[in-house]
């Protein structure tokens, strides 16, 4: 059985409609899927008993902005490497290098994320050595590998021109997870035909066909452990369900923090937590435009548009002062990724325009419902919107004309929708220590209680899917990785 809190399955991967529009909240590109043969594909294939089909994103998938100049990452991997030599004729072999240490990085993810999965005894034996190599990646700053390879700072700036993605800049960021995105595109970008919510739907037939069963509007509140091993979960509404295996995937912080309220080692939990930190929080404004991509000449890349070359201080500058520039504006078309969009809604496109946003600016409005937040939250909507806006305009002038319909999203509709207590965007951040955190894996001390989902692998679609995989071989004891 599957409780969803939300009135809707899929978490991020679900999508939302207003008038005649529907935006993704939480998909925008995935690599690798369009290579049968990939594990993320054959994993995809499997739980969607292959009804899950992709659509592959132009060759240029990425475009990473600066006042003075723009950059296209361009797939495959040897276009890549061309393009970015090219603008950077002077740094080719650092280019080169920095290639071969992505891959690197990369593959010894392979037995640390392993590793997780084993059961504990082997698991411990087998850390320093299954770990190590991986440690070595990880335990180091995006910037700081980064800078051993080239001094220009534009390099360095464009090379990390995706950190969006995983959701810190580079000099906190570990570098392990700037390469695990960086090598996830490297092949391009795909989109889910028949847009994001296909993920859910595929999966729910499948689940349902296997006789499981899927409920929307069932928050758990608590799980209950009785003599040590997990048997019950408490719904918000009161209910409560038993269970041999209880899987938690809604947060390490909503696991831990408030599930666990009343275990005896509650305490021990919460200062468990305090070993890692939550994501910022973002705002998206949600665009529609009354003709088609088309008809408009808008291509899928996403355009990421930045003030300046250095990620760390366009951040600390907008930390300190919300008037200041975004420090990114990404920008995502879901209707021109998705080839049958015009089917459903001819003559109309989709765009939506992501910047970061913290929580303490928003969480004043917090006691207001959903929707009824009042005038003064409504009035700091507009005006980031506009601020947004003529970003967007600025680089994608024919939207302009086309303007139908905005509506922009806060760290309080993540909270109130996504249930992440800060509004977080990602879980918890990628820095180097939280790859030192070997409590993130799916079996805990309660028997009978496993943890899945982003906080366990790392954030990406991709990478929450292979922490389920994890987590079915911890509890049935078994690689499932080798049934790919
Ligand atoms: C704006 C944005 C853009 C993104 N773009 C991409 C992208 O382009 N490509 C990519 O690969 N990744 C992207 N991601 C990341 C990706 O969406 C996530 O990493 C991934 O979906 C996380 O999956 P998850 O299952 O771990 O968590 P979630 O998707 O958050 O699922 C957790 C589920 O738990 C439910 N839940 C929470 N509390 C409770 C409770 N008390 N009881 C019952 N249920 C509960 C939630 O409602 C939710 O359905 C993006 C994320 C965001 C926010």
Not at 241 to 257: D, F, H
Not at 349 to 377: F, Q, V
């Amino acid at each position: 059985m599957l409780l969803e809190k939300h009135f809707k399955v899929g978490g991020w991967t679900h999508t939302f409609r207003r008038n005649n529009y529907e935006w993704d909240v939480g998909i925008h590109y995935i690599g690798e899927v369009h290579k049968p043969w990939s594990p993320i594909r054959r994993l995809f294939d499997r739980i969607s008993d292959g009804e899950l089909k992709w659509h592959k994103m132009d060759d240029n998938y990425d475009r990473i902005i600066f006042p003075d100049k723009h950059y296209n990452f361009i797939c495959p991997k040897t276009r890549f490497i061309k393009e970015l030599s090219d603008y950077f004729p002077d740094e080719k072999q650092a280019i080169q290098d920095y290639i071969q240490l992505i891959d690197q990085s990369v593959k010894t993810g392979v037995s640390y994320f392993g590793n997780k999965a084993l059961p504990n005894l082997i698991s411990n034996l087998s850390y320093p050595f299954m770990t190590r190599k991986f440690m070595s990646f990880a335990g180091r700053t995006t910037y700081d590998v980064i800078s051993g390879l080239t001094k220009n700072e534009k390099l360095t700036g464009v090379l990390t021109g995706q950190w969006g993605d995983h959701g810190l800049p580079p000099r906190q960021s570990s570098f392990a997870m700037h390469a695990m995105v960086a090598r996830h595109y490297l092949d391009g970008g795909n989109y889910p035909i028949g847009s994001a919510r296909r993920i859910a739907e595929t999966i729910t037939d499948v689940i349902e066909k296997q006789g499981g069963k899927v409920a929307v509007n069932a928050g758990v509140d608590e799980i209950c452990v009785k003599n040590g091993s997990a048997e019950s979960v408490i719904l918000e509404n009161g209910d409560k369900l038993s269970a041999p295996i209880i899987i938690s995937g809604s947060g390490i912080l909503n696991t831990y923090g408030r599930f666990l309220r009343n275990h005896p080692h509650s305490k021990k939990f919460k200062e468990r937590l305090k070993k890692v930190q939550q994501t910022e929080s973002f705002i998206c404004l949600f665009i529609g435009l009354n003709k088609s991509a088309q008809d408009l000449g808008i291509k899928n890349t996403n355009l990421w548009i930045y003030p300046g070359y250095d990620h760390d201080k366009n951040v600390s500058n907008y930390q300190s002062d919300q008037e200041a520039e975004f420090p990114v504006v990404y920008v995502s078309f879901p209707s021109a990724k998705d080839p049958v969009y015009q089917e459903k809604y001819p003559n109309n496109a989709t765009m939506e325009a992501i910047t970061l946003a913290h929580w303490s600016w928003w969480d004043k409005w917090g006691n207001g419902a959903w929707k009824k937040r009042g005038d003064e939250y409504e009035a700091e909507k507009e005006n980031l919107s506009q601020r947004i806006l003529n970003k967007v305009f600025k680089h994608v002038p024919k939207a302009k004309d086309a303007l139908d319909y905005y509506e922009l999203s806060t760290p309080l509709t993540v909270k109130s929708l996504a249930n992440y207590p800060l509004g977080e965007m990602y879980g918890i951040n990628h820095t180097p220590k939280r790859f030192k955190q070997r409590w993130l894996k799916p079996k805990t001390e309660i028997k009978g209680l496993y943890i899945t989902g982003q906080d366990m692998f790392t954030v990406g679609v991709s990478s929450a899917l292979l922490s389920g995989l994890a987590t079915v071989s911890s509890i049935l004891k078994k690689n499932m990785f080798k049934t790919l």
